[in-house]
């Protein structure tokens, strides 16, 4: 501890996390492992074991230290992560996992594994370190298989569905989808198909491709004898965004919240908000409208 400082990492220690190159890695139907899987390290939170049956509880136990994408050139993932304070959740000794995944909360292809010796070093070693080297033949897989011969494969993933992958927060997906493009900001719309980034995002579209608009309609359910509009939001429940419906009556006074609007479901896929004020002849006209901010 450095007088009225705060500690000064004097060596750090760095974890060199990667799968042989040149490896045979498949999913689960016998395909190659492609650039659409990613491989984050991490470790759960408190006392979270993950196991094949609690899966669906994962995501939102995670806490990722790195991710990393999958290299389809040369089969493998590598990277490196150096641990410069262990403030929580990365505190000396923590059980640490590497989760490779592709898809979304609908359906995907997850391997989950670790080695009995990969826990969060010591951020201020007491002699200079050599890296941790930890290879994916090393390790033991809670769901997906690997073979330590890497024979007939290394790794083979297994396909999941209704379970939410790794968080993607915005700043995450801007660097994946929106590299080296200038229009990168959140209100910018670089494919120009009239979807703002921050709403590809939350829809899950790409936002260099032009996609088909009209993503959020609007229905009239009916509800003892009165109609209602009722907007349903597609959304990737892995992609955190705020998304607010506001109502109106005239366009300019626009109102949202629990006194004027209910969620009808919120799921994996889909947000449905439906508005409280019917069309009678006190509200001939009724409006909605999506609000999307980042958290
Ligand atoms: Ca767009
Ligand atoms: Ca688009």
Redesign the pocket.
Known sequence: MALGGAAIPTYGQTILWNSDANAVNLTSSGQAMDSGFSYELGVFSGTFVPTNDNKASWAANWQACKRTPYESVNKRFSNSFTPINNDFPFTIGKATYVWGFRGDAVSGEWILFRAASWNIPDAYPPVPPQPLEWFAKNATSIIGSINSSGSPFLMKSVAVTGVAPPTTPWAQWQVETLSGEPLNGPTQ?????????LL?FVFGTA?TMPNAAAATPVSLVDLSGQKYLQMTIPHRIDHPAVLIVQVSSDLSQWNSGASYTVVVADTATSLIVRDLTPFDSASPKRFMRLKASLP
């Open positions: 719309d670089p494919d120009n198909d009239g979807v703002s980034n590809e936002p």
